[in-house]
């Protein structure tokens, strides 16, 4: 891999773009192995100093308002739980402003860099409420001057958090008199969480933006918990969040994730390993056993046990391991660059895992049986574990980040198809946060190898178990899909909504009539096929087809199994798909809404 040149496909860029769309995924899909998208050296170290310059800022600014310490005295502030605090507000900050996870060129963010407030702060873009039929005033899928005024009110509410000083606390002082910077003011954090869930409820988007799942509950037990119980329940809360994703790695769909993320991972220097990945490169693309092991091993394994062991281990030596664990996992994840490079969250997290279970161990007086009242520690299990629970037994009603699905390989997904110059029609139309990637890139690049990117985007989720069911819907849908130009749905809503995460519920069918009522699509122009995520207690998944002219023109399901045993490029047609209802004749053309 070059350091300034990206490693590219050896044959013509327009060569490949004209080839037929499965012969072409099957040529772009055994690139994959060997080079993950063939990114440049160059854009790693570029995210690598982003990090560390969230990092830096963000413990300047957490040391230098609290009178904590210097930002380089770790010995000095490391004892400091307001250090923790203004670390939590500053990475929400960070990730409303759009300087987080789906930045830059891994996030199919090429020219500009950034979306969230390019895009939040405007009015007359895409909006998409969560539950636009029931909660009051939340109707519409369009971004007034009130969302406007609403994101910029949560923005200045994280400022004025960050650099006021915190408040001398009672409760600390009386277990931990040796912290003198005190901690954030109450007083502060309700206004913050009352705007935030107000946002929410007009905008899911901002709202699973900020990491909400991730980072709220820790400011509702800043506000609202004594010093003790708010340090047990930031434990519980990052317990649920590894669990949680530890238990969604369960099946197969995280075994395909693993290869796939290794490819494209720049510390995977070693071709003979990548390939060794896979059951029989270049003819059998499906996980070897190596890879299934070392995905239920070193993935859902640690991300189980180790955080346990953190939470109730009494020994310092074998809580130092199972900290120095979660650290190594958390690092190697942010050195594999994944697509939505969430790379801050992973370094938040590494150093959250130390702060919170080193240096608040439970034989200080900081386990789960310190809480002060049973009760509450049953309520707040009882709520931690709630959306988890409910979004992977009916992911259709709970985004895959409060489920705590994280790179599960197990979320709602989308494949979208073009007819020639819908493309354009849709930029011309619809108001986004950047050009559509192809004229991004094409700018630059040419628009052969700007399209052959592209396409290997198509690639690369045919290579998960949702590509095999797009794959096959489009097929049956389409009069000749070879006809029309595919985009991987992430890439899609990079440039609708402002931000991604893998998540179809960004953009379920209020967005795409919202899509539709602008630009008019023709019957046949725009065909999307949408898929749920998997129900934890279900071996099957739900799809849908969406003809943006028509609205909804198929819905079926079909099995795990079937999907994840082709190769990419389907040698053997399309998988075995349950039809439960299509559309006749007689239906209405107008797309039809589904809340969720």
Known sequence: MGYFVPDLPPDNPADIVRMPTFERIR???????????????????GYTVKVLIYAILGITIATVTTGAGAPWGVADWWS??????????????????????????MAFRFSPRVGGHRYWLRSGTLRNPPWPGKVPFTKGGVRTEYDVALYASVILSLVVILVLPGVQSTSMAAVHPEATAGLLNPVLLWPLLVLAVVMGLRDKVTFLAMRAEQYLPAVVFFAALPFTDMIVACKLLMIVIWVGAGVSKFGHHFTKVVPVMMSNAPIMVSKTLKRKLYKNFPNDLRPSPRASGGAHILGTVV???????????????????????????????????????PLEWNAMFAFVAAFLFLGFPTWDGYAVSDMSSPWLTAGMIAALCFFPVLGNLRPDLVSFLPSMRQYAGNWASAMWAFAP???????????????????????????????????????????????????????????????????EGESMIANLVGWHFGDGHLFNELLLTEIQRRAQFE???????????????????EYKVIDLGLGVIERGTYTVK???????????????????????????????????
């Open 421 to 487: 110059g819908a493309e354009k029609k849709l930029a011309d139309k619809v108001l986004m946060s950047s050009p559509n990637q192809v004229d991004q890139l094409g700018a630059a690049y040419g628009y052969d190898l700007a399209e052959m990117l592209l396409q290997k985007a198509i690639a690369w989720r045919a290579m998960h178990t949702q590509g095999p069911a797009m794959l096959s819907a489009l097929s049956r849908n389409l009069d000749d899909i070879d006809r029309y130009t595919l985009r």
């Open 303 to 341: 991300e189980i046990v180790a955080p346990l062991i953190m939470l109730f281990s009494t020994n310092h030596t074998i809580t130092l391991f199972a900290v120095l664990l979660m650290v190594a996992f958390h690092i190697t994840i942010l050195l594999t660059f994944p697509v939505a490079v």
């Open 523 to 541: 019957p046949g122009e725009v065909v999307v096929v949408w898929i749920e995520s998997q129900p934890l207690h279900k071996n099957y998944l």
């Open 27 to 45: 040529y772009l899909a055994t690139h994959w192995v060997d080079y993950g998208f063939g990114t440049a050296k160059k854009t790693h170290v």
């Open 80 to 105: 400091e739980p307001i250090v923790y605090q203004k670390m939590v507000i500053f990475t929400v900050l960070w990730e409303m402003l759009g300087l987080g996870a789906s930045s830059g060129p």
């Open 562 to 596: 079937d999907a994840r045993e082709p190769q990419p490029w389907l040698p053997d047609g399309p998988i075995p798909m349950n039809i439960t209802w299509t559309r006749s004749s007689t239906n209405e053309s107008s797309l039809t809404v589904e809340s969720r």
